[in-house]
């Protein structure tokens, strides 16, 4: 393994356009889980279990608004969560000029808190809420200090800027990342198993030297990487940048 983490050293010393592509695992050091180990648990309406994905569907967000945001609230939101050492160091990446982008699946906005400037949030923030009447902007409070369906003054809902499955990702979002990717010289792509789609498609566009996977599991695109390791993405990330930190 110490000879992958030193390849991959390699591979980001000689790089100047990096892109990170980055899905749940980013933020499992961050103590946040992945939604989808959250049991599904809705029976009292419809008599049967639905899994997460269903829980955070537009249908049901329409349907059952107050079970929706007990959900929400409880599996998608960890206001106390913190940057690990993934996101500081995809953060002192970009401040040493070589990293381009971040492009996430995850809404937790860990990126920007560990310092990261250019980040592609493809499924949104639980940080950003707008009322769905007036579009009032609403901070992560207004749905965490609430009870039920969150209200905005002028009567209407107070939805979370996060992309639920049925909907659409955002156009800007999308082109942004497509550009990134398509241009970087080198594509990391770290704590996802590269299941979720559409998002998951976007490194189809990367057209660089090195893709480089880093996920404890295999994934679908392990075979067309130049590096795979199979480890922790905080410590990998860490240990490649303070090397790299120390050559500066």
């Not at 356009?17 to 980055?22: L, R």
């Not at 659409?168 to 990342?177: H, K, Q, R, T």
């Not at 996802?192 to 996920?215: E, K």
């Not at 199979?230 to 120390?246: P, R, W």
Request: proline fraction near 3%; hydrophobic fraction near 40%.
């Amino acid at each position: 393994m110490e000879e992958l983490r030193e390849r991959l050293t390699e591979v980001l010393r000689r790089s100047s356009n990096i892109v990170f592509f980055g899905g749940a695992g980013v933020s499992t050091a961050s103590n946040i889980p992945d939604f989808r180990s959250a049991n599904g648990l809705f029976h009292q309406k419809l008599h049967r279990t639905l899994s997460p994905e269903e829980m955070v569907s537009r249908t049901f967000y329409e349907r059952y608004p107050e079970d929706f945001f007990d959900f929400y609230r409880q599996h998608l939101v960890y206001p106390q969560a913190q940057p690990n050492d993934c996101h500081k160091a995809l953060a002192k990446l970009e401040q040493m000029g070589k990293l381009k982008a971040v492009v996430t699946q995850n809404i937790d906005g860990l990126h920007q808190k560990a310092g990261s400037k250019t980040v592609y949030e493809l499924h949104g923030s639980v940080l950003r809420n707008f009322c769905t009447r007036c579009h009032k902007f609403y901070g992560v409070d207004a749905i965490l200090e609430t009870d039920g369906v969150p209200r905005c003054e002028c009567g209407g809902v107070i939805k979370p800027d996060v992309v639920l499955y049925e909907e659409s990702l955002d156009d800007n979002v999308i082109n942004g990342a497509v550009r990134a990717i398509a241009t970087a010289d080198t594509l990391i792509v770290g704590g996802t198993s590269l299941i979720v789609y559409p998002a998951a498609g976007l490194i189809h566009y990367y057209r660089g030297r090195d893709l480089i996977l880093i996920n404890k599991s295999v994934t679908s695109a392990d075979s067309e990487a130049s590096l795979v390791l199979h480890e922790d993405i905080a410590s990998v990330m860490k240990e490649v940048t303070d090397a790299l930190c120390g050559e500066a």
